[in-house]
């Protein structure tokens, strides 16, 4: 089974870490960025 692939984007960080953490607790992969401009570098890869 294929890992799923996450991107969370939110400018607080601490609900980016907590969202991070729950999600990597489920076993997705997870990227997160603080703005747009963080998330299409990520998406870009």
Known sequence: ?????IV???DEMMIR???ET???N???SVA??????GARK???R
């Open 1 to 5: 089974m294929a890992i799923e692939k």
């Open 32 to 37: 997160s960025a603080s703005d747009l401009k």
């Open 8 to 10: 969370v984007v939110d």
């Open 17 to 19: 870490k907590a969202l």
């Open 42 to 44: 990520i998406l870009s």
């Open 26 to 28: 489920k076993r997705y």
């Open 22 to 24: 729950q999600l990597r």
